[in-house]
């Protein structure tokens, strides 16, 4: 059974840091592009990051270019999620997900609806 889990996330100030991992559990992590998604209270999910299977591609939305950075140690079975500079506006609850196929990263992270693993999410609080 395929299983992902979150953590690191956390309260933090504003212009502060987190990062958060998700491990898998039940499958070979490489075999598998992997998103990252936050929801915040009354919105919809939105598809944060997002990397493909080999780590060679990558995407970002365009609220968190420059500031957050995605990587993974397949090794480790864990993808990673570096958040700097954050801003009262990505405080959400954030999900890693998993799909085996995709058509580019970009699209990937428009589908959340197309993951075939999510994880329970972790809260992200950022405030002063």
């Known amino acids: 059974q395929l299983q992902l889990v979150e953590s690191g996330g956390g309260l933090v100030q504003p212009g502060g840091s987190l990062r958060l991992s998700c491990a898998a559990s039940?499958?070979?992590?490489?075999?598998?592009?992997i998103g990252w998604f936050r929801q915040a209270p009354g919105k919809e999910r939105e598809g944060v990051s997002c990397?493909?299977?080999?780590?060679?591609?990558?995407y970002y939305t365009d609220s968190v270019k420059g500031r957050f950075t995605i990587s993974r140690d397949n090794a480790k079975n864990t993808v990673y999620l570096q958040m700097n500079s954050l801003t009262p506006e990505d405080t959400a609850v954030y999900y890693c997900?998993?799909?085996?196929?995709?058509?580019?990263?970009?699209?990937?992270?428009?589908?959340?609806?197309?993951?075939?693993?999510w994880g329970q999410g972790t809260q992200v609080i950022v405030s002063s």
């Open positions: 039940g499958f070979t992590l490489d075999a598998y592009n």
């Open positions: 997900a998993a799909r085996r196929f995709i058509p580019t990263v970009q699209a990937m992270c428009a589908m959340p609806y197309t993951f075939e693993a």
């Open positions: 990397i493909s299977r080999s780590g060679m591609n990558t």
